[in-house]
């Protein structure tokens, strides 16, 4: 290895606009305030006009908001198991517990969709929590296989016991009044979930959340009841789940055993190591790439799995950081060749 | 009688298909989440060497094992050596290549119950009032025997102990060289065969379908958890457990219940004693 190149190595340095913008210089010009704003308006603009560009295409904006559940459901996985460092692979769950809630609410309450959803947001996330209370003792691969069984469990016992219409699931859920309204709110929770999670690891309770992830031992001597912030993080990623659950509910006007399916746990996970872990803007940027790709390959039916497994598996083999470390790296810094 | 007749069966059947699984997670600490899909991968591609070359059954079943041995060493060769450590990547790795296996064999025209394995030999025979077919029976004996064999292999053949010394101690096992990534890619080959080798004297009794690799995953799965991850007399004693209490649940509760048997144990297992009944004290800090 040594020589071959030269004795020469790759140095990074941060570029100058990137240091300026850390501190107060910040807003010293409008170059070092667009540098910092430029990614983030990229990023809202371009979620917030999608469904307008793709207004030609009614299959294509539905696409957008299945893009926007899934990303609800990676962004709680990457909060869950980067920051509180419980791997879920039950994502099905929570979205099944979400549909399940909110087709029941209304069609036993008659509520309507819009206030049934974060009535469902809510009570599913309380539910999942309570269900999730016994394993959150548990760690790394342990609280993963236990996680993956949730949702295989509560279909099972769904069917067995032919509770919630048993295997037709729940029909005759009301859809939302309006589509714009629709794909609106779901982009827009999307948006400020995003921000306001990326916030929420900023302040104390996010380093708390590092802390159980890092070193529980360490914050249980510092007199922190771990299970409370566990639960918490469950709670949270959960919560996004339900969300993304009872809006799939009120957009197909159906709850089933479909929602708790195997797609919902996969697809987050494979999105959150293509976008990135550790960022919560990289797994929806994954989301937007494989969601349509999936899409687009609904012709060849279960290829599509398999095309996904080995994008999943290449990524994790050969660039494990992901896209949005990477392309973060790249803005904010320039290499070079030295010699040693 | 019923009841212990096909508990048997079923146990032993369980055993069979968490038989590699453990062995794979006891010597390298690697849950080869693509345990099921190199089921059915064997039994596709005996059924491929069977009708589509001609071949004699024993010896397709022979061709299609070391097919899989070398598929499960190359699995590990090329991607899982550089995600070892990680276990989350090692889990959504092999998690990964197993699903694009079975989910690649469904598109190429896996559906249906048209791929059958002829059984060894037809035909039932009572035992104790009960009747049973001889493949049942086939199943018991050759699995007790493939336990036994297995048994036999690693208590008494230098690579078996080599093995067992990685599963006991890696660092140990180094300082007395063992190769250890050598090991590893010998332990996934054998625990690929052996998935194969479930596969082929459980297969006949039903038809290959992809819906199976989950199966067994599951079963797997189960199974070594409850028996305590890594552990062998563990993963036989809750095949047991295990293999029964569903017996006992289709008999007074109905079949639907069956899955839910084994996922509940899971559940209940890893919240009451995560270390499982055979599990080592000394992990179970890691895990809790």
Not at chain 1, 148 to 171: C, K, N
Not at chain 1, 193 to 207: K, P, S, T, W
Not at chain 2, 106 to 111: A, N, P
């Given at each position: 290895?040594?020589?071959?190149?030269?004795?020469?190595?790759?140095?990074?340095?941060?570029?100058?606009?990137?240091?300026?913008?850390d501190?107060v210089?910040?807003?010293?010009?409008?170059?070092?305030?667009?540098?910092?704003?430029?990614?983030?308006l990229?990023?809202?603009?371009?979620?917030a006009?999608?469904?307008?560009?793709l207004?030609?295409?009614?299959?294509?904006?539905?696409?957008?908001?299945?893009?926007?559940?899934?990303?609800?459901?990676?962004?709680?996985?990457?909060?869950?198991?980067?920051?509180?460092?419980?791997?879920?692979?039950?994502?099905?769950?929570?979205?099944?517990?979400?549909?399940?809630?909110?087709a029941?609410?209304?069609?036993?309450?008659?509520?309507?969709?819009?206030?049934?959803?974060p009535?469902?947001?809510?009570?599913?996330?309380v539910?999942?929590?309570?269900l999730?209370?016994?394993?959150l003792?548990?760690?790394?691969?342990?609280?993963?296989?236990?996680?993956?069984?949730?949702?295989?469990?509560?279909?099972?016992?769904?069917?067995?016991?032919?509770?919630?219409?048993?295997?037709?699931?729940?029909?005759?859920?009301?859809?939302?009044p309006?589509?714009?309204?629709?794909?609106?709110?779901?982009?827009?929770?999307?948006?400020?979930?995003?921000?306001?999670?990326?916030?929420?690891?900023?302040?104390?309770?996010?380093?708390?959340?590092?802390?159980?992830?890092?070193?529980?031992?360490a914050?249980?001597?510092?007199?922190?009841?771990?299970?409370?912030?566990?639960?918490?993080?469950?709670?949270?990623?959960?919560?996004?789940?339900c969300?993304?659950?009872?809006?799939?509910?009120?957009?197909?006007?159906?709850?089933?055993?479909?929602?708790?399916?195997?797609?919902?746990?996969?697809?987050?996970?494979?999105?959150?190591?293509?976008?990135?872990?550790g960022?919560?803007?990289g797994?929806?940027?994954?989301?937007?790439?494989?969601?349509?790709?999936?899409?687009?390959?609904?012709?060849?039916?279960?290829?599509?799995?398999?095309v996904?497994?080995?994008?999943?598996?290449?990524?994790?083999?050969?660039?494990?950081?992901?896209?949005?470390p990477?392309?973060?790296?790249?803005?904010?810094?320039?290499?070079?060749?030295?010699?040693? | 009688?019923?009841?212990?007749?096909?508990?048997i069966?079923?146990?032993?059947?369980?055993?069979?298909?968490?038989?590699?699984?453990?062995?794979?997670?006891?010597?390298?600490?690697?849950?080869?989440?693509?345990?099921?899909?190199?089921?059915?991968?064997?039994?596709?591609?005996?059924?491929?060497?069977?009708?589509?070359?001609?071949?004699?059954?024993?010896?397709?079943?022979?061709?299609?094992?070391?097919?899989?041995?070398?598929?499960?060493?190359a699995?590990?060769?090329?991607?899982?050596?550089?995600?070892?450590?990680?276990?989350?990547?090692?889990?959504?790795?092999?998690?990964?290549?197993?699903?694009?296996?079975?989910?690649?064999?469904?598109?190429?025209?896996?559906?249906?119950?048209?791929?059958?394995?002829?059984?060894?030999?037809?035909?039932?025979?009572?035992?104790?009032?009960?009747?049973?077919?001889?493949?049942?029976?086939?199943?018991?004996?050759?699995?007790?025997?493939?336990?036994?064999?297995l048994?036999l292999f690693?208590?008494?053949?230098?690579?078996?102990?080599?093995?067992?010394?990685?599963?006991?101690?890696?660092?140990?096992?180094?300082?007395?060289?063992?190769?250890?990534?050598?090991?590893?890619?010998?332990a996934?080959a054998?625990?690929?065969?052996?998935?194969?080798?479930?596969?082929?004297?459980?297969?006949?009794?039903?038809?290959?379908?992809?819906?199976?690799?989950?199966?067994?995953?599951?079963?797997?799965?189960?199974?070594c958890?409850?028996?305590?991850?890594?552990s062998?007399?563990?993963?036989?004693?809750?095949?047991?457990?295990?293999?029964?209490?569903?017996?006992i649940?289709?008999?007074?509760?109905?079949?639907?219940?069956?899955?839910?048997?084994a996922?509940?144990?899971?559940?209940?297992?890893?919240?009451?004693?995560?270390?499982?009944?055979?599990?080592?004290?000394?992990?179970?800090?890691?895990?809790?």
């Amino acid at each position: 290895m040594f020589g071959s190149k030269g004795d020469r190595r790759k140095e990074r340095l941060d570029r100058g606009i990137k240091v300026r913008s850390d501190g107060v210089y910040a807003i010293s010009s409008w170059r070092e305030i667009t540098y910092l704003i430029a990614p983030r308006l990229l990023f809202i603009l371009g979620l917030a006009l999608a469904p307008l560009a793709l207004g030609a295409a009614p299959y294509w904006q539905r696409v957008i908001s299945i893009i926007c559940v899934y990303a609800l459901l990676a962004i709680g996985f990457d909060f869950l198991a980067n920051y509180v460092g419980l791997v879920s692979l039950g994502g099905g769950f929570y979205v099944g517990v979400g549909a399940y809630v909110s087709a029941l609410l209304n069609t036993h309450y008659g509520i309507p969709p819009l206030l049934c959803v974060p009535l469902a947001m809510i009570l599913g996330a309380v539910i999942c929590t309570i269900l999730f209370l016994p394993c959150l003792p548990l760690r790394g691969v342990y609280f993963a296989i236990v996680s993956l069984m949730y949702p295989l469990l509560a279909a099972r016992i769904i069917e067995a016991l032919d509770i919630f219409g048993g295997t037709d699931g729940i029909l005759g859920v009301d859809g939302f009044p309006n589509i714009w309204l629709e794909q609106y709110i779901l982009i827009l929770s999307v948006i400020v979930i995003v921000f306001a999670l990326r916030r929420l690891v900023e302040e104390d309770v996010g380093l708390v959340f590092r802390g159980v992830k890092d070193n529980d031992q360490a914050v249980k001597a510092s007199g922190i009841n771990i299970t409370v912030y566990k639960a918490l993080g469950v709670f949270i990623a959960s919560s996004l789940g339900c969300l993304g659950g009872a809006w799939l509910t009120h957009m197909y006007m159906w709850a089933g055993l479909s929602q708790f399916a195997l797609d919902f746990s996969i697809i987050p996970i494979a999105a959150t190591v293509v976008g990135g872990g550790g960022t919560l803007v990289g797994p929806v940027i994954g989301c937007l790439i494989l969601v349509p790709v999936s899409e687009l390959l609904r012709d060849f039916g279960s290829l599509r799995i398999a095309v996904y497994s080995i994008i999943l598996t290449a990524f994790i083999v050969f660039k494990s950081e992901g896209i949005m470390p990477y392309a973060a790296r790249k803005y904010e810094q320039f290499e070079r060749w030295v010699e040693i | 009688m019923d009841i212990i007749i096909y508990g048997i069966i079923n146990s032993v059947s369980l055993a069979l298909m968490a038989v590699g699984f453990t062995l794979v997670y006891g010597v390298s600490r690697l849950p080869n989440f693509a345990h099921g899909a190199l089921y059915v991968l064997t039994g596709y591609l005996t059924w491929l060497l069977m009708y589509r070359l001609g071949l004699n059954y024993f010896l397709a079943a022979l061709l299609a094992l070391a097919l899989t041995g070398l598929i499960g060493a190359a699995m590990y060769q090329l991607v899982l050596i550089r995600v070892r450590g990680m276990p989350i990547s090692e889990i959504i790795a092999s998690y990964a290549i197993g699903l694009a296996i079975l989910e690649g064999l469904r598109w190429g025209g896996l559906k249906g119950g048209t791929f059958r394995l002829p059984p060894f030999i037809e035909g039932s025979v009572l035992i104790f009032g009960v009747s049973v077919d001889f493949q049942r029976i086939f199943v018991v004996v050759l699995g007790s025997a493939l336990m036994g064999g297995l048994w036999l292999f690693v208590n008494n053949t230098k690579l078996g102990l080599a093995l067992k010394g990685m599963a006991q101690d890696e660092r140990a096992a180094l300082t007395l060289g063992i190769d250890s990534d050598r090991m590893a890619v010998v332990a996934t080959a054998i625990g690929s065969m052996l998935a194969g080798a479930a596969a082929i004297i459980l297969l006949p009794l039903g038809s290959i379908v992809v819906e199976s690799g989950y199966h067994v995953l599951i079963m797997a799965v189960a199974v070594c958890i409850v028996g305590g991850l890594g552990s062998w007399t563990g993963a036989v004693f809750a095949a047991f457990i295990i293999g029964f209490a569903q017996i006992i649940t289709v008999v007074f509760l109905g079949a639907h219940f069956q899955v839910v048997v084994a996922l509940l144990a899971i559940v209940v297992t890893l919240v009451s004693r995560p270390s499982g009944l055979f599990g080592r004290q000394k992990e179970l800090e890691e895990r809790v």
